[in-house]
C-alpha cells in the first residue's frame, strides 16, 4: 500500500534524537559538518522531525541546529530548552531558519525524585513553571512539544494533571519519557493508555514517547505505548544515545513494519531501505561500533550459519527469514570504485551517495582514494564514508602521522619508530611497549608530550575481503578529558596510530577552544567593569 492510501489516524511519526540524545552518549560527538551529513541521511529515510540539538548547551550546538534548520528541507527541525526563557530564546532562534518546520521542545521534571532533590520544586510550582515554559514558548512558534521529564516515575494522576495544564497552554506535542529506562512494557502500555482516558484535552495533542534504554527494553516499551494510542516514538539511529541509549530507530520501524498486524496496521512514513546506510553513516562519524549481533543493521543480522537453517533459506527464504536484507538497504557491500576509476567517477559516485565536497576537500579525498585503491583491489561504500569522515573532520590536523615502523614477533621486544609532522617541522622517536600498538602509541606519547591513557579500544574491519580496511575506534584520556577518536588503514596498527593521533588533535582543539572562552568571558567582564 502507497503512503497516500494508508489511514492517516494508524500512522507513527517518528522523532529522530540521535543529533541531540544520541550525541550525549560518551564519546559520540560531532562537529557542524558530521551532524550536516547525518540529518541529509535523516531526510533520505523520510524521519518526520529531527531533533538537533540543544541550543543553549553550547554555541557548537546552537550553530548546528540552526544550520540544519537553514538546510534541511523535508522533517520539521526541533531544538530542546528547559522551561527558562533564556533557553527558549536562543532556541526559538536556531530553529527559525526551518520558518513553520521549526519546534521548540521544552522539558521540566515531574517525578517526585527530581522534584524533591533536583528541582526542590512543590507540585504547584511545576505545574506554573511547565505551563510558563509552553506559552512562553509560543510567543515564538505554534508548534511547541513539551516532555515532563521522568515522566514513567511520576504519580499518574499529577502526570495527567501535567499534561493536561501544557496542552490547555499550547503545547501541541506532550512526549511522555522514560527518562532512566525504568519502565516495563505492560506498566508503560498503561500509563498511556491512562493518560488517554484520565486527560481531558487529549484529543488536542499527539502524544510521543522517548524510552531509555537501560533495562534492554526501549524497542518493547515504544511498541506498547504505541499499542495504547501513543502516535509518536522518539528514537535514534543504532540506539545511540544516554547511557544504554534510546529506543532504536531501525528496530521500532522494522518491526512496526514486520509485524504491523499485531498492531492494529500502524504504520510509519521511514523510507527503510535508508536504514542499513544510516546506520553505517552514525557508527563511523560517532565512532560507536555496532554490535555484530545488533537486530537489522548488525553484521550478522541476516547471516545464516547452521547447515539447516541454510538449507532451508535455498528452499524458501521465508523458512528463516522474516526480513530480506534489501528492504533495509543491505544489499551486499557493493563494489563501488576500483584503481582506475577516475576523479569524476569518484566524485558522481559521492554525490549519489549524498556527499558534497568543496573542490578543496574533493581534491583531498580524492588523493586518500587513490593512495586506498593502491592497497586495496576493490573499494566499498564504508570505505569512501571512511575517507569522508577524515575531510569534514573540523578537527584541524595539529599532528600528522608521517612514517610508521615497528619491529615485533615472538622473540622480539616490540618497537615503534614513528615520525609525525607539526606545521612544517617533523619529529622522529622510538620507543618499546608491550606489542607493536603499545609500543606505537608510547612514541607518539613521548613526541607530543601530551600523554594520553587508551580508556577503549576495538578494532572492526570495515569493508570484506583480505584486504578490507580495519577500523580502530579508541577512547583516550588526557588530563581529566576523555576524547573518543577513529582511525583506518589496511594496516591495523597504522590505524592504531591514525586513531590516537586524532583523539590528540581533538583534544588539543577542545583545549584551545575552552582557552578561547575564558579569556572571551575575561574580557567581557573587565568590560562590564569599566561601565559607570
Ligand atoms: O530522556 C529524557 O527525559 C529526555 C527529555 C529531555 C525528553 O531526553
Ligand atoms: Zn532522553
Known amino acids: 500500500m502507497t503512503a ?50 540543544f541550543p543553549i548547551a553550547s554555541p557548537g550546538d546552537f550553530e548546528a541546529v540552526r544550520a540544519v534548520a537553514e538546510q534541511i528541507k523535508k522533517p520539521q527541525i526541533a531544538g530542546l530548552a528547559r522551561c527558562i526563557n533564556k533557553d527558549i530564546e ?18 521540566l521534571a515531574t517525578s517526585a525524585i527530581h522534584r524533591q532533590f533536583k528541582l526542590k520544586k512543590a507540585k504547584d510550582e511545576i505545574v506554573k513553571q511547565a505551563v510558563a515554559g509552553v506559552k512562553y514558548a509560543g510567543k515564538f512558534c ?34 511522555i519519557p522514560d527518562t532512566v529506562g525504568y519502565a516495563v512494557p505492560i506498566e508503560f502500555g498503561q500509563l498511556i493508555a491512562y493518560l488517554n482516558e484520565h486527560v481531558r484535552n487529549i484529543e488536542q ?7 531509555h534504554n537501560d533495562l534492554g527494553l526501549a524497542v518493547a516499551n515504544s511498541m506498547a505505548a504505541v499499542r495504547n494510542g501513543a502516535r509518536g516514538v522518539e528514537c535514534t539511529i543504532n540506539g545511540l544515545g544516554e547511557r544504554a541509549g534510546n529506543c532504536s530507530l531501525e528496530e521500532f520501524v522494522m518491526a512496526m513494519r514486520t509485524r504491523a498486524d499485531a498492531y492494529g496496521g500502524l504504520w510509519t512514513g521511514v523510507n527503510t531501505k535508508e536504514l542499513y546506510r544510516a546506520s553505517r553513516l552514525v557508527s563511523q562519524l560517532t565512532g560507536m561500533v555496532v554490535q555484530r549481533n545488533k537486530a537489522i543493521v548488525g553484521a550478522n543480522a541476516f547471516a545464516h550459519e547452521s547447515g539447516i537453517h541454510q538449507d532451508g533459506m535455498l528452499k524458501e527464504r521465508s523458512t528463516y527469514e522474516i ?8 544489499s551486499g557491500s557493493e563494489l563501488v570504485l576500483g584503481k582506475h576509476s577516475g576523479r569524476h567517477g569518484f566524485s558522481s559516485h559521492l554525490a549519489r551517495m549524498g556527499f558534497h565536497l568543496s573542490p578543496e576537500e574533493l581534491d583531498r579525498a580524492y588523493n586518500e582514494f587513490v593512495v586506498l585503491a593502491d592497497k586495496k583491489k576493490v ?42 609532522k607539526k606545521d612544517q617541522q617533523v619529529f622522529q622517536d622510538s620507543a618499546c611497549g608491550d606489542g607493536p600498538v603499545d609500543a606505537t602509541l608510547k612514541t607518539i606519547d613521548r613526541i607530543t608530550g601530551v600523554p594520553g591513557t587508551l580508556k577503549d579500544y576495538a578494532i ?22 576523555q576524547v573518543a577518536a577513529k582511525g583506518a588503514s589496511t594496516d591495523i596498527v597504522e590505524a592504531s596510530a591514525k586513531a590516537y593521533i586524532n583523539a590528540l588533535n581533538s583534544h588539543l582543539f577542545a583545549q584551545a577552544a575552552a582557552k578561547k572562552e575564558k579569556s572571551k568571558k575575561r574580557g567581557a567582564r573587565g568590560k562590564q567593569g569599566r561601565q559607570p
Open 460 to 481: 572492526q574491519a570495515i569493508t570484506q575481503g583480505e584486504d578490507a580496511v580495519g577500523e580502530v575506534s579508541v577512547q583516550v584520556a588526557f588530563e581529566n578529558e
Open 4 to 53: 497516500s492510501k494508508q489511514d492517516e489516524s494508524k500512522r507513527v511519526v517518528i522523532f529522530d534524537t540521535t543529533l541531540r540524545d544520541g550525541e550525549q552518549c560518551p564519546g559520540a560527538s560531532m562537529g557542524l559538518r558530521e551532524k550536516l551529513e547525518v540529518a541529509k541521511q535523516l531526510e533520505r529515510l523520510n524521519v518526520d522531525i529531527v531533533e538537533a540539538g
Open 142 to 175: 505554534k508548534n511547541i512539544e513539551f516532555s515532563p521529564e521522568d515522566a514513567s516515575r511520576t504519580e499518574p494522576e499529577f502526570l495527567a494533571e501535567v499534561v493536561q495544564a501544557v496542552i490547555d497552554a499550547g503545547a501541541t506535542t506532550v512526549n
Open 205 to 211: 495533542a499527539i502524544i510521543h514517547v522517548h524510552c
Open 90 to 107: 536562543r532556541c526559538a532562534e536556531a530553529v527559525a531558519p526551518a520558518g513553520k518546520r521549526g519546534r521548540i521542545h521544552v522539558f
Open 379 to 420: 573499494i566499498y561504500d564504508d570505505d569512501l564514508i571512511s575517507i569522508m569522515r577524515e575531510q569534514i573532520s573540523e578537527i584541524p590536523q595539529v599532528y600528522v602521522l608521517d612514517y610508521l615502523h615497528v619491529s615485533t614477533g615472538t622473540s622480539t621486544v616490540p618497537t615503534a619508530t614513528v615520525r609525525l
Open 323 to 330: 526480513m530480506r536484507p534489501e528492504d533495509v538497504g543491505i
